[in-house]
């Protein structure tokens, strides 16, 4: 019938007004999320959900990242976006490609880390490009004289990093670019060290504003 409203669904129309979320599926529970927390404004919803030990391997944390949400809370039609963010660690060459094609299949971001989150910390510092044996040695390098002295992984260290974040951005995209000429793929182990989290930190920036 002509002027019949429609009927109300309060249920589309609260999507209607929802703001896009950025989910974080992350491995760590400490040092990743006191990270990506201080990203969340009035404009920019992030969720940060740190996984469980059975999940770390990458390969099924991106397979699984989705069910690892809330029921019905993920609409990427709606804008919703969801970032995996995980280190080399024990990870094979195929796990991590296998990784890498599911998320481009699905639609998700990653931000991969070799060999472990604190390089993007250290990147915020240095242009550091030689090859580093493992987490310890990049904590060692960051806890250097001038940088975060008194570094742990239970310490919020966000705002110590804050006045380097666009050199830590560029440091990291010119190590990309260095790995790309050198015919070196960023997701493999070989890539050591490299770091693709600079893309989420600038995607986060650009939703914040």
Known sequence: MAGMRKE???NRAARRKRRPVIYIICEGKETETKYFRHFRTRNCLVDIVPISSKHKAAEHLVRH???MLKPAA???KDGDQIWCVFDCDDNTDEAL???A???EQAGYGIAFSNPCFEYWYLLHFVQHNAHLKGADEAIRLLKERGRLENYEKSLDVFFDLLPHQQEAVK???KRSEQLRRDGTEILTRASNPATTVHKLVTYLIG???
Do not use: G, L
Request: charged share 30%; no cysteine.
């Open 8 to 10: 109300y669904n309060p």
């Open 101 to 103: 094609v599911f998320a």
């Open 65 to 67: 990242a989705k069910d």
């Open 97 to 99: 490609k296998n990784a």
């Open 207 to 209: 939703q914040s504003r």
């Open 74 to 76: 993920y609409y990427p």
């Open 171 to 173: 440091r990291a995209e």
